[in-house]
């Protein structure tokens, strides 16, 4: 009886992912990025089995265009979730963006709630960094900086080089 019980259990979450309307979960982040006045625009949705990706969206931040997003993949499995976010150009960055990122990636697993972590390769080089659920602290470092001028004046230095750090 037991045995039927988990099988039924495993079979009826991952079916219920695998079938779950995706769309509708990327319509309520994006409707909480409206509330902090960021807007993802122009781009296109593709469901998958396991999560889905936007491509080609405009980034808009307080009513300004910012950016061009070429890719953005959300992968929610059981115990580890990850968002990959792709070649983004950021336009009239003005002094706090970088030129460009090439690569992203956002990771939170079951194994360590608390946490997420965030990798990140771009015209500035390498960052590094985790944000801290409980403290609502975002810890950035920089091991391999190239050129951080845009946003120099909000990083500190330490021993092991530059860093970010804020709560929200």
Known sequence: MVKKILLAIA????MFWILSPKEAIYYMIEDK???SDIIISNEKFHDGLFGFSVEDGDLYIMGMKSAKIKSIDFNFLLL???IVI???EFKGSGNFFPNSISEANIAYSIL???AVNVDVNGSFGVAQG????????LHIDFPVSKDVTPFRSYLQQNENGLYYETNF
Do not use: G
């Not at 079979?11 to 991952?14: E, K, L, R, T």
């Open 11 to 14: 079979i009826f979450i991952p």
């Open 33 to 35: 990025l409206k509330q």
């Open 80 to 82: 580890f979730n990850r």
């Open 86 to 88: 792709e070649n983004v």
């Open 112 to 114: 360590n709630p608390m």
């Open 130 to 137: 985790r944000y801290e659920i409980k403290n609502s602290l």
